[in-house]
């Protein structure tokens, strides 16, 4: 028994559900987000409740059923406080800036780096070396922080570059010199 798929889904005062077909919307303060679930999932809506079943205990089904019921959760969570995920920005010289709609990083290339805020992603810059990806789909935040990250990952070496918060990197020793 999937004890996560099983465990029904409270929907807060001011979210509205609505199920069509395979299609879930979940309106909130924050926004709305639409996605289909698989077909072989049957999620219902009872007062404030939804509840996802599943139609026999094949392996393919078990893993659906407490992914679905994440998703969903994900999105009444998204809809009503939002996502966010933390990076740092560590090197000399490096820093963050924000422009308008684009983040402008400079990390130690010829150039600055641009990247431009995706639909649904907001940047925060604190400072020069924190930035705060926020949003409302828990996927899209991970995605364009895991983007940002790509442009100067971490190093082992000096532990420059572009890494999560709440991540450590583990250091290396440098080269043995010669005596």
């Given at each position: 028994?999937?004890?996560?798929?099983?465990?029904?889904?409270?929907?807060?005062?001011?979210v509205?559900?609505?199920?069509?077909?395979?299609?879930?919307?979940?309106?909130?303060?924050?926004?709305?987000?639409?996605?289909?679930?698989?077909?072989?999932?049957?999620?219902?809506?009872?007062?404030?409740?939804?509840?996802?079943?599943?139609?026999?205990?094949?392996?393919?089904?078990?893993?659906?059923?407490?992914?679905?019921?994440?998703?969903?959760?994900?999105?009444?969570?998204?809809?009503?406080?939002?996502?966010?995920?933390?990076?740092?920005?560590?090197?000399?010289?490096?820093?963050?800036?924000?422009?308008?709609?684009?983040?402008?990083?400079?990390?130690?290339?010829?150039?600055?780096?641009e990247?431009?805020?995706?639909?649904?992603?907001?940047?925060?810059?604190?400072?020069?070396?924190?930035?705060?990806?926020?949003?409302?789909?828990?996927?899209?935040?991970?995605?364009?922080?895991?983007?940002?990250?790509?442009?100067?990952?971490?190093?082992?070496?000096?532990?420059?570059?572009?890494?999560?918060?709440?991540?450590?990197?583990?250091?290396?020793?440098?080269?043995?010199?010669?005596?």
């Amino acid at each position: 028994m999937s004890r996560i798929g099983n465990s029904p889904i409270t929907v807060p005062a001011g979210v509205d559900v609505k199920i069509e077909g395979q299609t879930i919307t979940v309106k909130g303060p924050k926004g709305t987000l639409v996605k289909e679930f698989h077909k072989n999932m049957k999620v219902s809506v009872n007062g404030s409740e939804i509840k996802v079943e599943r139609p026999d205990d094949e392996p393919f089904n078990r893993s659906l059923h407490g992914l679905t019921r994440t998703l969903i959760n994900n999105m009444i969570k998204g809809t009503t406080d939002g996502f966010e995920r933390k990076l740092e920005v560590n090197g000399v010289g490096y820093r963050a800036q924000k422009r308008g709609n684009s983040l402008v990083l400079t990390l130690g290339y010829s150039h600055p780096v641009e990247m431009a805020q995706p639909e649904g992603i907001e940047f925060v810059v604190n400072g020069q070396n924190e930035i705060i990806v926020k949003g409302i789909d828990k996927e899209l935040v991970g995605q364009t922080a895991a983007v940002v990250r790509t442009k100067r990952p971490p190093e082992v070496y000096g532990g420059k570059g572009i890494k999560y918060a709440e991540e450590t990197i583990r250091r290396k020793e440098g080269k043995a010199g010669k005596k």
